[in-house]
């Protein structure tokens, strides 16, 4: 079995949830503290909105951002010369936007529960917003927000149709674990894709255990 589809996997998940975790605690976190609940329901719908849409939907999108024939494309590859659709970095930014509002549901979800006395607490002693953040929501947050990223780094493993639409399915560079599996039931090879199914199912099941473990945690706390 060639392992290259499992590397290529693993190494887009781990690019990919780095900014997806990131992104997914800065917006959740501005969400939260926005006044207006007009505002928070709008907002709310557009950053789930890929949660929702078909994932050919997002890679079509994505290739109407990112194509050669659209100014975004046009500009990356005259001014940089980098060229994203059917690379490696279409593959991560396809990822990152299918993963996102799962980090950001649960990085939402886990702040509105924190406590809202103990915020009021760190302001009573002059603790500035930043750090009432870091040192008090976050860590009272953190099983939460640890399950949010490891749904979306599981997410942005098992990436399929948005990943085809922008990266395409090229071997050795763009072909992820389910385009790989749906390359061998293509070519007839059904013992490749049973290859591949158990390695998603080990993958998932390590997933899921670490998620059972979070919600554990955020139960005890």
């Known amino acids: 079995m060639d392992w290259t589809p499992l590397l290529i996997s693993l190494k887009t998940a781990s690019v ?19 006044k207006s609940g007009k505002a928070k329901i709008i ?16 890679g079509f999108l994505l290739l109407f951002i990112f194509g050669l024939k659209r100014p975004v494309g046009i500009f990356l590859l005259e001014l940089f010369s980098v ?6 970095t279409a593959t991560v930014i396809a990822a990152v936007v299918v993963s996102f509002p799962l980090m950001y549901r649960s990085a939402r979800g ?42 979306a780094f599981a997410r942005g493993l098992g990436e399929f149709g948005a990943t ?3 990266a395409g399915n090229i071997a050795n560079k763009t072909r992820t674990l389910p385009l790989a599996i749906y390359s061998e039931v293509a070519a007839g090879n059904m013992e490749g894709a049973y290859g591949y199914v158990m390695v998603v199912l080990v993958v998932s099941f390590v997933v899921l255990s670490l998620m059972n473990y979070f919600a554990l945690k955020e139960g005890k706390r």
């Open 110 to 151: 886990a702040f509105e529960q924190v406590d809202e006395n103990i915020i009021m607490a760190g302001r009573t002693l002059g603790m500035s917003e930043s750090k009432i953040f870091w040192r008090v929501t976050m860590p009272s947050a953190l099983p939460g927000v640890a399950s949010g990223g490891v749904l």
């Open 164 to 166: 085809a639409m922008i």
């Open 43 to 58: 907002i709310d719908g557009v950053l789930t909105m890929p949660l929702v849409l078909p994932p050919t939907v997002v």
């Open 16 to 34: 990919s949830i780095l900014a997806t975790f990131f992104l997914g605690i800065f917006a959740a976190r501005w969400v939260v503290g926005l």
């Open 83 to 88: 060229k994203i659709v059917f690379s490696w």
